[in-house]
Each structure stands twice: as structure tokens, then as C-alpha cells.
């Protein structure tokens, strides 16, 4: 008896000191990995900038893109998820509430409910658009999207049956809506969704070396560009619908060939993101400051992407590297 | 005279029936099918009312508005929780964590399992995922925990009511049917993501075993054993405490043993909700096309799970005893102590056996001593207590002295830390060119390419287009004819009802994807499975091997047999298939293999000595015995293929899956549930299908009688 007394009292203490324990690490912060290579490279450089220079403990969490990770970061469960592609998000509209700010000039603005703290553009401008190799276009002739219908059988594959095929934007999350898109415009190509940017590339790569016609849906800044030579089909420009129905809230109802998703994509300021609440406390005022100031550019991603996804390194020495290497590129952005 | 011509013209009847039924059923389907794709859709007019998908969104934001508040203060309690674990165990120095999982192993199941842990443990350092081994582990030993405390409990209160049993086992079923999908994105709106809904789903994953088990157990427990306690004077508590659970102790222990197995699977999973761990490492190099990655990624779980599985089935296993004249083994098998080198070779095993045991007895006796010098200062009695309490602990005693002493080395002498980089061995670039160097081998690439095109041109395609092509109240009335034979009208009724659900929800085409894929899949299965079964039931060798095959790959979770595809066949729709096909197969051959060796002897013999040759044997005598196992087998496989349709997507899989992902990615609950339960409703018809054929059967055969 005397001893299950004891042993009660050992378990209470336990939960005592698990109560004690439950009180969060002040300088403690959670992070989104994002889902493609060039995002995660802004997001390690981030990453890294907050550990090492400003003394925080980043949690990197594995979690897909998309409207989920948006609810996610607005319910705090994450603080912050970086490069986010404002043309890709479905939720930006709805819960950010600022104006874009890029390198000073206003970019962009937004008008939702402020669930999630609009932390300032990356830096990184991003392109988007459906390529084709160089020796496809000269040899077919396409000299844009409105060729391919012509040569539809040469892009056929056993599994697209007698349309051709569109090696398509490999994410669900990320909102392409391609198959919308190339039924909008009459290209009679079926939107292949691999399910992740490395098995879209791969498929690619494979089609290249073997001299094939494909048509890929792809983005700036991209190693593939600097391997293989690639032209883009210059999708319309970018419009979207007045007023915008093309939401989940408007049952995506389309605007015909007059707006997105019939036209391609805009230029994308890239952004971080993250909980409003935890960026208001006094002890994350210096992590603020530094989404503020950060300015990646397009070519430090560039040389770093070769590294990572052709060179196969890891990720996080070749972000050490390139931040030893470079210290004038990134001591601006640190708050003093 | 009359009435038995009847009913033989009868079972005539009945034979031509059958086949020219389903004859004529495949002939208007095929020319149903060549009809546009239109008819195939279901009517617009009924999905755009029936809109499910928003109902679920809307009820979700009801309860999210009014619940959250409670689910949070939960989530929270099992966070703080979590994270005190995951803490302790990353930054603890490496040798504690080490022990902590060594010295367990080391005295429950031996040397053997002691040195495999300590493999084990050094794999996942050498790898470079230490962290996300700990994390795993730690999220694994909360959800076990939570999951042993609260089944034990209620598996005991099943145990003392009927009322309460037959209250719960609906319960339990449906929380073994539903995949875990279904519950584990809802459960990110209320629980958050991370850690906690992770542990929440363990729980309704992984609990009915250990649930069952206890009621069992404890329901087993011999009534002279029960009658002489009650005779004695306990009343039903003491009863209850000192008697009836003890003695189910080995069958609580089978169940945490399942327990713990099932939270592994689950919990690798979870990385889809942000459970951090080997799983969201795996899912990265998936992600990332690293074969290498994700192959130690995978070895990490494996070898993790096989230490699990014996460490708990080791804690249940009593000890073999032996004759007084035979040399005990520590770590060679037993049966080789008939060889005189063995015997040298476990001599200092045996050495090093007692002195251990003779250091650990001694220390603890001091220690206890100790204890019962100081507290005999206040009271005789609580020192003795505590005294004969430590005396009888000869391992937990020194291994927590062991623990103190690392603690206090690395807090105050030599700060240890982490598993230290240096020891780092990565086979994952040697995995990563050994693949690359097999797949530009032209003979596989002929190999590979020529397997894709097989199955996607003569078997999914094909299939794909009937079945997408086929109207859907078609299908409908065809699984509800098929329901009507086999089970009965109550049952086709509802089939009827489940499959206009899926309809009316607006995925019929997903679904019928999914079907074809898993069609596709389960017949390569029956195609792989059944010769290996045959093999098997005949050579028992070959048995053996493939036994412990099987063991291993049905120890894994459904997430790594994504690796071995993506490996040599890239991603699209094919891999799906084939990463499918790998899963779901042990079951059909096993279940071949036990149908045809449990094909009593005397039958074949019967058989043989009227002339009947090997081949006519098995064809006509063993594989009609051997059906009922087969469906058995053909059902659980059908399982496995459609639960594994939820992660076909990550390399290219289509249909319901993709579905559910793209939910995922919208945050569009509705969306995704639906999608989960269309997988959940195609799983259950074919189940009671083919469990009621396999009823039939077997009572055709004589192989049971009916009960009822």
C-alpha cells in the first residue's frame, strides 16, 4: 500500500515537472520546408541567418504547400513558411492583409482578413511557363503555344492516347489548374501530374537525352535551364478575371479564354509568411526585422540549386558555404 | 422420386446460370462501354445537390468554432508531453539514449537482441538520423504508452460487462476498417499539426488490438482459478487486480506487441500532418528522387521495427528451461550445443554471464542496505518495504545507477552530446550509383520499359477505359446483382445505397480508377503469389526463407514500398501499380501456402495412389480444397491494395488517392473525407463479398458446418 502511495506520488511529480517543461522556448521558432528546391534553399538561408546569427532554434517541419499550410501558419501551429509564390497561392488574397514591398517600390497588395503576416518578399523574382526543348521548336517550327495542336501526335505518349502530353505542374497544392488551362485555350494536351518536382524533371531529362519533343510546365530560377536549352511557348499574359470568380469560394467558375487560368502566369515577387501573433512579441521583433531586410537574389539561388540538386550536396552545407563566402550579401539584412 | 429431379434439374439450372450470366453481363458491358465517355459520369443534376463536400466543410467550421477550444487544451497536454520527450532524448547525451534502449533489450531478450539494438542504434547515427530516429521513437513510445494505459482500461471494463463489449466492438470495427487517412487531416483542424493529432490517430489506429486482448485475456482466465480466489475471500477488485489480470498478463503483452507495430506504421505516416521523424525524411528523398536517401530512410525504420517486435515479444515469451547437464547459449542458437567448438566459443559469454549477474545482485543488495539503513532512522517498517522493493529489482537497480553515472559524467566532466559526426558511414551514395550504374544497363532499361508497357497497355489501360466507360448505373446494378447472390438482399440494398453515395459525391471516375488500379494490382499479386505459394508448400526451405521475407516486409510501413519502385521504375501511374503489388502480396502467398498444406495428407495420397499425377493433384484435388484460404487470401490482399492507394500519389498514383491529397492541399476536409471514405465503402463491399463466397465454399466443401 505504502508503496503504490509512493509510486502516485512519483507519477504526480512527473506531471508536475511535464507541466513546468510545457512553457515554450522564448527564442523558439517553427518552419515549413517547402516542397520544391529553390524553396528550400531561400528557406534554409533563412533558417540559417535566424540560428546562427540571431540566436533562435528553428523546427523545420515536412509539410505539403497549399491552403493547408496557410490554415496552418494562421492557427499558429507554424510560425512562418517562406517563398511563397503570390501567383500560386490560392489563400493570399484572403488572409494577408498588406502591400507587397519589393526593393522599396509597392508590388502588389492585398485586401483579406490578416490571419497571416505578410513578412516581406524574398527577394527572388520568379517565371513561369510551359517549355519546350530548342531542337523540338526549329524542328517542328512551334513558334508558340498556338503550334502545338499542329504536332499534338509527336507529344503523344503510350499514356496520353492520342493527345499529347504535358509533363504538368507536379504539385496538387500549388494551384496550376493546367488541365483547366490547356482545355481553356484548345491545346488538346493532357496535364500529367507527377507528384513531385524531382519526377517531373527526371522525366524531362530523360525525354531530352533521348532528342524527344516534350512540353514542360517550368520555373525561373531553375537548374534545368542551365543544362538544357529550352524555349518557352509564351503563354498569353498575364490577366485575371474582373471580378476574380476563379476562387474556391466562387466554385472556380472561369472567365473563358479572358483571364487566368487561360493566360500564363504573372511575374512572381516571391514572399515569406507567417502567424501574425507570433511575430508581434517583443522577443521575435528582431526575427521581424530581419524577413524585412532579407533580399536573396535570383543568382545566389541559381548557383546554389546546381549544387544541391545536380551535385546532390547537402543542403544545408552548401547554404553554410555560400554564407561563409559571401558575407557582404547577407550582413545587411541582420538587425543590430 | 419427383421432388429429387426437381431439385437436381435445379442445381443444373443453376450451374449453366451462372457463368452464361456473367457471360452476358461482360458482353453488354463491353458494348456499353464503347458508347462516349459521357454515359459514364454520373448525373450532374444529383451531385450538384447532394453536395456533401461543403456539408462537411460547413459541420467542420461549426465544430471548429465552437470545440476548438477543448480539443486545443487536449492537444496541448499530449504537445507539452511530447515535447518533453522529444527534448530528453535529442539532447541527452548519445550514450544515455543508447543505454536506455540497450540495457531493456539486453535483459528481456538477451545478448542476440541487446548487440542488434546497438546495430541498430548505430545505424541510425552513422546515417545522419539520429534526431529523427529519437523523434520517432519518442513519438512511438508517448502513443504506445497512451494507447497500452487507456486499452488496458477499457479492455478490462469490457471484460466485466457484456452490455459494454457488445456497446464497443462496432466501435472497434470501424476504427480497424477506416484508413488512417480519413481521420488524420480532420484531426489537423482540431489537434494542430505535429506531434499531437498524430499520437490522437495512433491511438484510434493502433488501440483495438490491445483493447481485444485485455477482454480476451482477462475472459480467459480458468474459472477453478477464479472460484478458489473468490473461496478464499477476495472480493471482485481483488479479484480483478490480483488475479485476473496477472494472469492475462501474456495476452495484454501480445496486444502491446500489435500496439506497437501499428503506432510504427502510423506514425511514419504522420509526417504528412507534420509529424517530424524518419517518415518526413523518407518523404523528403522521395521528394527529391534520392534513392540512396530514402533507402536508409527506409533501413532506419525496418531495423527499428524489427527491435520493437522482438524486444515486446521477448517480454511475453516465457523462458525455456533447461536440463541441468546442457551448456546455456547466450547468443549462438541453442541446438548447436551438441558442437564442441560452440560450447568454447559461448564459454566466456557464460563467464561474462555470471559476473554480471553476480555485480548487478551485489549492487543492488547495497543499495538496498543503504536504503534501509537511512529510512529505518524514521521507520522500521516503510525501510523494510523499501528495502525488499529495491532487492528484488537486480536490473532496473544498476541500469539507473548506469544512466547516473552518464548523466553526472556528461553534466559535470565531459560533455558527450550527440552522436558524434565522425562515426558517420553513409551508404547512400553507394546505393544512389549502384542504381544509376543498374539503370542505364541497356538490357534493364529493355526490362523496365517493357513492364511499364506491359501493364499499362495490356492490363490498366484497357481496364481504365471499360471501366471508365462503362455507365455507372451499370457497375451499380452489377455490384448489387453480385451482393444479392452472395450475401443477401439486406446487403445489396446497402451496396446499392454506398455506391450511390460515392456517385452523388462526384467522384464515380476516381473511383473507378482506384478500382482498376487496384484490380490491376491484386491480379499481378494472384499472377506473383500463387507459384511462390505453390514453391512454398512444397519445399520447405524455400518455406523458411520466404517466411522470414514476409516477416520483414509485413513489419514495414505502407509509405517505404514507395522506395524500391521509385528506384528502378520512376514514378507514373505503372509504379503506383507495381509499389501496390509489392505491398499487397504477402498475404496471397501465405494463404496460399497454408491452404495447400493444410489440404489434409490423406487426401493427396487418395489421390496419388489412384494414379493421379502430381499436377493432376494439385489441380484437381489440393486447389479446390485449398479455395476458401485463397479468397481469404485474395481479400486481404484487396485490403492492403486499396489502403495503399492513399500513397500512390506521391509517385504518380491517380484516382481516390490524388483526391485526398488534393484536399490536403486546399484544406478542403469535405473533399478528402469523401475521397477516404469512397476507398473505405469499395474496400467493404469487396470484403463481405468475398468473405460470404469463402462462407459458401467452405460449407460446399465440408469444411465447416453452419452455425446458425
Known amino acids: ?336 | 422420386m419427383s421432388a429429387e429431379s426437381s431439385i437436381n434439374n435445379k442445381s443444373r439450372f443453376n450451374v449453366y446460370l451462372t457463368p452464361s450470366l456473367i457471360f452476358f453481363g461482360i458482353i453488354i458491358a463491353l458494348i456499353l462501354s464503347f458508347q462516349n465517355e459521357e454515359a459514364s459520369v454520373f448525373p450532374k443534376f444529383i451531385s450538384d445537390q447532394f453536395t456533401f463536400t461543403a456539408w462537411v466543410n460547413e459541420g467542420e467550421d461549426y465544430l471548429r468554432k465552437h470545440f476548438r477550444w477543448f480539443t486545443k487544451i487536449i492537444a496541448n497536454y499530449i504537445k507539452s508531453g511530447y515535447y518533453f520527450i522529444e527534448d530528453f532524448l535529442i539532447d541527452s547525451p548519445w550514450i544515455l539514449v543508447v543505454s536506455i534502449l540497450f540495457l531493456p533489450c539486453l535483459v528481456t531478450g538477451g545478448l542476440g537482441l541487446g548487440l542488434y539494438s546497438l546495430f541498430t542504434m548505430y545505424f541510425w547515427g552513422a546515417t545522419g538520423m539520429w534526431d529523427e530516429s529519437l523523434q520517432t521513437v519518442g513519438l512511438m513510445g508517448l502513443s504506445v504508452t497512451l494507447c497500452v494505459f487507456f486499452g488496458v482500461i477499457l479492455g478490462t471494463f469490457c471484460s466485466q460487462s457484456n452490455k459494454f463489449l457488445n456497446f464497443m466492438s462496432p466501435i472497434l470495427d470501424t476504427m480497424q476498417v477506416m484508413p488512417a487517412f480519413v481521420y488524420l487531416f480532420p484531426a489537423v483542424f482540431f489537434f494542430g499539426i505535429g506531434g499531437a493529432p498524430a499520437i490522437l490517430a495512433t491511438m484510434i489506429y493502433a488501440m483495438p488490438p490491445i483493447i481485444r486482448l485485455t477482454n480476451s485475456g482477462i475472459r480467459q482466465v480458468p474459472a477453478e482459478t477464479i472460484e478458489s480466489a473468490t473461496s478464499f475471500g477476495s472480493n471482485k477488485l481483488q479479484l480483478l487486480f490480483k488475479i485476473k489480470i496477472p494472469l492475462s498478463l501474456p495476452s495484454i503483452m501480445m496486444g502491446v506487441n500489435q500496439v506497437i507495430m501499428m503506432a510504427l506504421a502510423l506514425v511514419v505516416l504522420a509526417c504528412f500532418i507534420g509529424a517530424e521523424g524518419i517518415g518526413g525524411q523518407v518523404w523528403l528523398a522521395i521528394r527529391n528522387l534520392d534513392v540512396g536517401w530514402a533507402m536508409e530512410g527506409g533501413l532506419c525504420i525496418l531495423f527499428m521495427a524489427i527491435m520493437f517486435d522482438r524486444f515486446s515479444s521477448a517480454f511475453s515469451k516465457t523462458p525455456e528451461i533447461l536440463p541441468s547437464n546442457v551448456q546455456k547459449f547466450y547468443l549462438l542458437p541453442q541446438n548447436w550445443e551438441k558442437y564442441h567448438i560452440a560450447r568454447i566459443l559461448e564459454k566466456p559469454l557464460s563467464f561474462l554471464h555470471y559476473v554480471t549477474n553476480y555485480v548487478c545482485i551485489t549492487i543492488t543488495n547495497l543499495v538496498a542496505y543503504v536504503f534501509r539503513a537511512v529510512f529505518s532512522l524514521f521507520n522500521k517498517q516503510t525501510a523494510n518495504d523499501i528495502g525488499e522493493f529495491i532487492s528484488k529489482r537486480f536490473y532496473i537497480i544498476p541500469s539507473f545507477i548506469i544512466f547516473f553515472i552518464i548523466t553526472f559524467i556528461d553534466s559535470s566532466i565531459y560533455e558527450i552530446g550527440s552522436f558524434p559526426k565522425e562515426w558517420k558511414l553513409s551508404i547512400r551514395q553507394p546505393i544512389a550509383n549502384a542504381v544509376d550504374a543498374l539503370t542505364v544497363n541497356p538490357g534493364f532499361i529493355a526490362f523496365t520499359k517493357g513492364l511499364r508497357g506491359f501493364v499499362y497497355l495490356k492490363l490498366l489501360h484497357p481496364l481504365d477505359v471499360f471501366l471508365t466507360h462503362i455507365p455507372w448505373w451499370y457497375m451499380m446494378g452489377v455490384f448489387t446483382l453480385i451482393g444479392y447472390f452472395t450475401v443477401g438482399l439486406r446487403f445489396a440494398f446497402t451496396t446499392a445505397l454506398l455506391l450511390l453515395f460515392i456517385g452523388a459525391c462526384g467522384i464515380w471516375t476516381h473511383s473507378m480508377i482506384t478500382l482498376s488500379s487496384v484490380l490491376v494490382s491484386v491480379a499481378l499479386c494472384f499472377a506473383i503469389g500463387v507459384p511462390l505459394g505453390i514453391i512454398a508448400s512444397y519445399n520447405e526451405r524455400f518455406r523458411n526463407v520466404q517466411n522470414v521475407v514476409l516477416d520483414a516486409m509485413q513489419t514495414l510501413p505502407y509509405f517505404c514500398y514507395l522506395i524500391p519502385v521509385l528506384m528502378f521504375f520512376g514514378g507514373g501511374i505503372v509504379s503506383a501499380v507495381l509499389a501496390t503489388v509489392i505491398y499487397s502480396i504477402p498475404p496471397i502467398i501465405r494463404l496460399t501456402t497454408l491452404g495447400l498444406t493444410q489440404v489434409s495428407v490423406s487426401y493427396s495420397e487418395v489421390s496419388r495412389s489412384f494414379g493421379g499425377t502430381l499436377l493432376q493433384t494439385l489441380g484437381k484435388v489440393k486447389f479446390p480444397l485449398a479455395v476458401p484460404s485463397l479468397v481469404i487470401g485474395f481479400n486481404q490482399t484487396v485490403i492492403l491494395a486499396f489502403a495503399m492507394q492513399i500513397v500512390t500519389p506521391l509517385i504518380g498514383g491517380k484516382g481516390l488517392g490524388l483526391e485526398v491529397f488534393n484536399g490536403l492541399a486546399r484544406s478542403d476536409t469535405g473533399r478528402g473525407l469523401a475521397a477516404g471514405i469512397a476507398i473505405v465503402l469499395l474496400a467493404i463491399i469487396i470484403d463481405r463479398i468475398t468473405l460470404a463466397y469463402t462462407k459458401k465454399q467452405r460449407l460446399a466443401l465440408g469444411l465447416v458446418t453452419d452455425n446458425k
Open chain 1, 1 to 336: 500500500m505504502k508503496l503504490s502511495k509512493i509510486i502516485s506520488a512519483m507519477i504526480l511529480s512527473f506531471v508536475l515537472v511535464l507541466s513546468s517543461f510545457a512553457q515554450a522556448n522564448a527564442k523558439r521558432l517553427t518552419a515549413a520546408v517547402a516542397d520544391w528546391t529553390g524553396g528550400e534553399i531561400s528557406c534554409q538561408v533563412a533558417v540559417t541567418m535566424l540560428e546562427e546569427e540571431l540566436g533562435y532554434k528553428v523546427k523545420r517541419i515536412v509539410f505539403p504547400s497549399g491552403t493547408g499550410l496557410w490554415e496552418a501558419i494562421a492557427a499558429g501551429e507554424i510560425d512562418f513558411a517562406c517563398e511563397s509564390w503570390p501567383s500560386y497561392a490560392e489563400s493570399d488574397s484572403v488572409m494577408l492583409n498588406e502591400e507587397l514591398i519589393y526593393e522599396g517600390k509597392k508590388v502588389g497588395s492585398y485586401s483579406g482578413d490578416g490571419t497571416v503576416d505578410l513578412l516581406g518578399t524574398v527577394g527572388v523574382i520568379g517565371m513561369s511557363d510551359y517549355y519546350i526543348p530548342r531542337y523540338a521548336a526549329e524542328e517542328l517550327g512551334i513558334k508558340s503555344w498556338k503550334d502545338l495542336n499542329k504536332h499534338k501526335d509527336k507529344f503523344a505518349t503510350i499514356e496520353s492516347g492520342g493527345k499529347g502530353r504535358l509533363i504538368a505542374c507536379p504539385v496538387a497544392g500549388w494551384n496550376c489548374h493546367d488541365q483547366k488551362r490547356l482545355n481553356l485555350l484548345g491545346i488538346d494536351f493532357q496535364a500529367d501530374e507527377l507528384g513531385t518536382e524531382a519526377a517531373a524533371v527526371a522525366e524531362a531529362v530523360a525525354a531530352y537525352k533521348r532528342k524527344e519533343p516534350f512540353l514542360l510546365y517550368l520555373w525561373e530560377p531553375h537548374w534545368f535551364f542551365g543544362s538544357y536549352d529550352m524555349v518557352g511557348v509564351g503563354l498569353p499574359d498575364h490577366k485575371v478575371c474582373d471580378p476574380d470568380t476563379f476562387t474556391e469560394a466562387g466554385n472556380w467558375k472561369d472567365c473563358g479564354t479572358k483571364g487566368w487560368p487561360a493566360t500564363g502566369w504573372a511575374k512572381d515577387y516571391t514572399m515569406n509568411y507567417g502567424n501574425p501573433a507570433t511575430f508581434a512579441k517583443p522577443e521575435h521583433a528582431k526575427a521581424k526585422e530581419f524577413f524585412e531586410k532579407m533580399s536573396f537574389q535570383n543568382a545566389d539561388q541559381a548557383v546554389m540549386l546546381v549544387e544541391v540538386s545536380q551535385k546532390k550536396r547537402d543542403l544545408k552545407e552548401v547554404v553554410k558555404e555560400w554564407k561563409d563566402a559571401n558575407p557582404d550579401k547577407w550582413r545587411s539584412w541582420i538587425p543590430n
